[in-house]
């Protein structure tokens, strides 16, 4: 009864907590192909999605592993026009180490990116759910920054490590959101090529599975700090962070592209103070 062969695709990358509530919101106007890493909770996220009659397919892939990736393209082009992409799959500070936060959260998006630049056609819309932690560690050096630059290179964590020591999962976490945002930005000439678009959405804090680990983790006191400090005085939901990767994906945002949107209360000029 959910088939909508007459909608063009959507690919979102993450089946967590935004990027369901994601697919949800752009499975109002498009099929979704939504491709997550445990493919044991994937059926149970397809019958969900089909159960609120959307057309959704949900298939397994891992993001660090180009072959994973390379067979999702295969699938998204088999099932017709890729009209947007939303990546937002990600690791937070307390679940992963330096390594594997960087691998998944930086290499997987730049796996997920080039992939995305190859389907793309004219009007694509690709969004890439970055992070408020972008925006508020200090700019890291011309050295790092041309490292992040490069993060498919083969010497990309000798070099990388032998700047930065110390290798703390929160550093990791905002490196790689970082360098996301500046991927984004980087990256639009390419994809402009095709009058494809590409952005990226920083969310601050935001009530999710994600966001309340977050709270209960090392972080914690930092996390409450911030929420003290956020005018609007309160977390953001999933449906304000879908909302915004709706408009970014859409034509009223047509000539939007190679920049951020932050959706964050207002933390990040209250903190900084304005
Ligand atoms: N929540 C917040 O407060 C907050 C604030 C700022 C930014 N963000 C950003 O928002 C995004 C999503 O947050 P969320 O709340 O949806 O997080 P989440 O519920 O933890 O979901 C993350 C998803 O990433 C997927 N994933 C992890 N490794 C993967 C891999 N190698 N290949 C493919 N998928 C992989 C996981 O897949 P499986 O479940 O299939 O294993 C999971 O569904 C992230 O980019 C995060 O950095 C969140």
């Given at each position: ?41 994937n059926p ?31 699938f998204v ?156 005085g309160r ?40």
């Amino acid at each position: 009864m959910s088939e909508r062969p007459d909608l063009p695709i959507a690919l979102v990358i993450g089946g967590g907590g935004m990027g369901m509530s994601t697919a949800r919101r752009l499975g109002q106007s498009h099929r979704i192909v939504l491709a997550s890493l445990s493919a044991d909770k994937n059926p149970a996220r397809e019958a969900v999605l089909r159960e609120d009659g959307i057309d959704a397919t949900v298939t397994q892939c891992d993001i660090t592993d180009p072959k994973s990736v390379a067979e999702l393209a295969t699938f998204v082009a088999g099932q017709g026009t890729l009209r947007t992409l939303a990546h937002v799959a990600a690791l937070s500070p307390s679940v992963g180490d330096w390594r594997t936060l960087l691998t998944v959260n930086l290499i997987g998006a730049t796996h997920i990116e080039r992939m995305g630049l190859e389907l793309a056609t004219q009007s694509t819309a690709a969004i890439f759910v970055s992070s408020l932690a972008a925006h508020r560690s200090d700019r890291p050096t011309d050295e790092i920054i041309d490292v992040l630059n490069d993060p498919l290179a083969p010497d990309f964590f000798d070099r990388l490590e032998s700047l930065i020591p110390e290798k703390q999962p929160v550093q990791a976490y905002r490196l790689s959101k970082f360098a996301i945002n500046r991927m984004c930005r980087r990256r639009a000439t390419e994809w402009g090529a095709k009058r494809a678009r590409i952005v990226s959405m920083s969310p601050g804090l935001i009530a999710s599975p994600m966001g309340a680990r977050e709270f209960s983790g090392q972080s914690g006191d930092l996390k409450l700090e911030l929420l003290r400090n956020t005018p609007l005085g309160r977390e953001g939901t999933m449906i304000e962070t879908a909302d915004a990767i709706e408009f970014l994906a859409s034509d009223r945002a047509s000539f939007i592209s190679g920049t951020d949107l932050l959706v964050d209360g207002g933390t990040l000029s209250a903190v900084r103070g304005g």
